[in-house]
């Protein structure tokens, strides 16, 4: 019983003291402000330029905004691997945006673990998690190495609705290194060589890519739902 209480207790003073810091502490606000701001306009060149404002902090910058949009998603993470990529080339771009990604999406999954489904929708969403339990019910541990393979299905939401199930971490993590790997090496390699309306024409074509996958798999789940409800008639 102490145990629950502690444990409780370390839950709720956690959350306070992150509250208070964003609240209090000025520079916390105004930095948590603008990173939102610079992802909500989808533009690569404003975070390259953010990213490189911190000189040879830059690759620690990067890193934590990498955790930054997996903890608050579903910020979107093929912006920064893009930046990677435009700043550092794309082997080393391609590198921090792995080992970044894999860092946000073990604390995503540990949040959810630790505080379970109630404090994870307000992080993303219930409807959004509603949705991904469809994609875990059908595609189980394989959800995972798909999400990762898509931009705009999102890598957070899936560590989160993952740290809820049963799977074990090192499952997870081996099913998200490998998802990811390939996704993070296209991209940066893509994202390396991109400029002006270039950039504009893949970001579209990554647009139809991706609703197209996603518009399948879930007439695919859609299908396989109403197979089974006319089964249990």
Not at 187 to 201: E, H, N, P, R
Request: include cysteine.
């Amino acid at each position: 019983m102490k145990n629950i209480k502690k444990s409780t207790w370390v839950k709720v003073g956690i959350i306070l003291l992150l509250v208070c810091m964003y609240l209090f502490i000025p520079p916390v606000n105004r930095t948590i402000r603008r990173v939102i701001f610079i992802f909500s306009t989808m533009d690569v060149e404003a975070i390259k330029r953010y990213i490189l404002s911190f000189g040879i902090w830059a690759p620690i910058i990067s890193f934590l905004l990498m955790i930054f949009q997996s903890v608050v998603a579903p910020l979107p993470a093929f912006l920064i691997t893009f930046a990677n990529a435009a700043i550092f080339g794309w082997v080393k771009g391609a590198m921090l945006s792995w080992f970044s990604a894999m860092a946000g999406a073990t604390i995503c999954f540990f949040i959810a673990r630790f505080y379970g489904r109630t404090t994870v929708e307000k992080l993303t969403s219930k409807f959004a998690l509603n949705n991904i339990d469809i994609f875990f019910d059908k595609y189980g541990k394989h959800a995972v190495l798909i999400a990762r393979l898509l931009p705009f299905i999102s890598f957070d939401i899936v560590s989160y609705v993952s740290g809820l199930t049963s799977m074990s971490f090192w499952s997870f993590f081996l099913a998200t290194g490998l998802g990811q790997l390939p996704a993070t090496i296209v991209y940066s390699y893509v994202g390396g060589m991109l400029v002006g309306g270039t950039k504009m024409f893949v970001f579209g074509l990554l647009i139809l890519f991706s609703l197209s996958i996603m518009i399948f798999l879930f007439k695919q789940i859609w299908t396989e739902r109403e197979k089974k409800q006319k089964k249990s008639r």
